[in-house]
C-alpha cells in the first residue's frame, strides 16, 4: 500500500520570501504520478503542481517548484516570492499510472502555510 | 480548464433524515468520480469510488448503507447521506480524473458540500 507523509503540520513565511514544504512517500510501484494541491479557506482543491515519475527534471510552475527524489522517495514543493494569497493548506498526493491507475489520488495529512505580511 | 459541480453547497438537516449531495461534470465525461469526507484542519479522506453503471467501490470502515452512492450517468454522481446524525456533519469533496492522454492525468475537485446535522 502507498503511505504519503507529510511532517510539517504548520509553517509560516514572510511575504516575498521563499518556503519549502515537505512530503515524503512510500510505493512499490515504479511509475507513478505525485502532485502538490492547495486548499485555501474557500476549502476549493486546487492542482499546484504535477510530478510524473520517470521524468527526471523537476517540474516548475512559475513560482511553484519540486525537488523529486525518487530514490529517496521524496517530492518538496519550493514556494518563491511569497505571496498573501499563498496562505492555505497544501496536500502532497500520489497516483499510480499505467494499467492499474484508477485515478485514486492518496493524500497526506497536509501542511497549512501562513504568509505574514 | 475542466469544472466539477457540487450542489448543494451548504445543507443543514435534522437527525434521522436523509440528505442527497450531487456531484457533475461539466463539461466533460467522467466514468470514475471520487467522493472524501474532510473535517476541519485535516486531510481529506477518501470514503468511496463511483463508478458509471456499477456499484461503488467503498473504502474500509465506511459504511456503505449509510453512504449511498449513485452514479446513473457520465456526468453525475450522487452520494446520499442516509438517517443522519450529528457525527455525519464534515464537508464532503468530490473529484472526477479526467485522461486526454497516457502521458496526461489530471483530476478536476468540486467546490465542497457541508453538511451540519442538528
Known amino acids: 500500500a502507498q503511505t504519503v507523509t507529510q511532517s510539517q503540520p504548520e509553517m509560516s513565511v514572510q511575504e516575498a520570501e521563499t518556503v519549502t514544504l515537505s512530503c515524503t512517500y512510500d510505493?512499490?510501484?515504479?511509475?507513478?504520478?505525485l502532485f502538490w494541491y492547495k486548499q485555501p479557506p474557500s476549502r476549493q482543491m486546487i492542482l499546484v503542481i504535477r510530478?510524473?515519475?520517470?521524468?527526471?527534471q523537476n517540474a516548475t510552475e512559475n513560482r511553484f517548484s519540486v525537488n523529486f527524489q525518487k530514490a529517496a522517495k521524496s517530492f518538496s514543493l519550493k514556494i518563491s516570492d511569497s505571496q498573501l494569497g499563498d496562505t492555505a493548506m497544501y496536500f502532497c498526493?500520489?497516483?499510480?499510472?499505467?494499467?492499474?491507475?484508477?485515478?485514486?489520488?492518496?493524500f497526506g495529512q497536509g501542511t497549512t502555510l501562513q504568509v505574514k505580511p | 480548464g475542466a469544472v466539477v459541480s457540487q450542489h448543494p453547497s451548504r445543507v443543514i438537516c435534522k437527525s434521522g433524515t436523509s440528505v442527497k449531495i450531487e456531484c457533475r461534470s461539466l463539461?466533460?465525461?467522467?466514468?470514475?468520480m471520487f467522493w472524501y469526507r474532510q473535517f476541519p484542519k485535516q486531510s481529506l479522506m477518501l470514503m468511496a469510488t463511483?463508478?458509471?453503471?456499477?456499484?461503488?467501490?467503498?473504502e474500509q470502515g465506511v459504511e456503505k448503507d449509510k453512504f449511498l452512492i449513485n452514479h446513473a450517468s457520465l456526468t453525475l454522481s450522487t452520494l446520499t447521506v442516509t438517517s443522519a446524525h450529528p457525527e455525519d456533519s464534515s464537508f464532503y469533496i468530490c473529484?472526477?480524473?479526467?485522461?486526454?492522454?497516457?502521458?496526461?492525468?489530471?483530476?478536476?475537485f468540486g467546490p465542497g458540500t457541508r453538511l451540519t446535522v442538528t
Open positions: 510505493t512499490s510501484e515504479s511509475n507513478y504520478y
Open positions: 510530478q510524473e515519475a520517470y521524468k527526471q
Open positions: 463511483s463508478n458509471e453503471g456499477s456499484k461503488a467501490t467503498y
Open positions: 473529484s472526477a480524473p479526467r485522461s486526454d492522454s497516457i502521458s496526461s492525468y489530471e483530476q478536476y
Open positions: 463539461d466533460f465525461q467522467a466514468t470514475t
Open positions: 498526493a500520489f497516483m499510480k499510472h499505467g494499467s492499474g491507475n484508477t485515478g485514486k489520488l492518496i
